[in-house]
């Protein structure tokens, strides 16, 4: 039906940089949001940054000045450039996005797999 696929997560030093991509595939009729959660153990997942389909954006207080989220509609991805990274921010990345399908009369929240992100010297 559909399908949501992380990539770009790994293993990277405390102020290196990673840009986490996420690309949605199936019978899509249309995308409205899209954003990033994390998640590590123990904890809730948290939402780390939203993004439109008109490209309005927002971003959790931990990481607002710090990450940037973006889009490109035609490839259906959502990306999340995360630069200087500190170890606070291992966590496993998820990707939500909220699609309507071709046979859905109404969207719904599709999930990614998640991506492992770990900063750590």
């Known amino acids: 039906q559909v399908q949501l696929v992380e990539s770009g997560g790994g293993l990277v030093q405390p102020g290196g940089s990673l840009m986490l991509s996420c690309a949605a595939s199936g019978s899509i009729h249309t995308i409205n949001a899209m954003g990033w959660y994390r998640q590590v153990p123990g904890k809730q997942r948290e939402l780390v940054a939203g993004?439109?389909?008109?490209?309005?954006?927002n971003y959790s207080d931990s990481v607002k000045g710090r990450f940037t989220v973006s889009r490109d509609h035609a490839k259906n991805t959502v990306h999340l450039q995360m630069p200087s990274l500190p170890p606070e921010d291992t966590a496993v990345y998820y990707c939500?996005?909220?699609?309507?399908?071709?046979?859905?009369?109404?969207?719904?929240?599709?999930w990614g797999q998640g991506t492992q992100v770990t900063v750590s010297s």
């Open positions: 993004i439109t389909s008109v490209g309005s954006t």
């Open positions: 939500p996005a909220d699609i309507k399908t071709q046979r859905a009369t109404r969207p719904r929240r599709f």
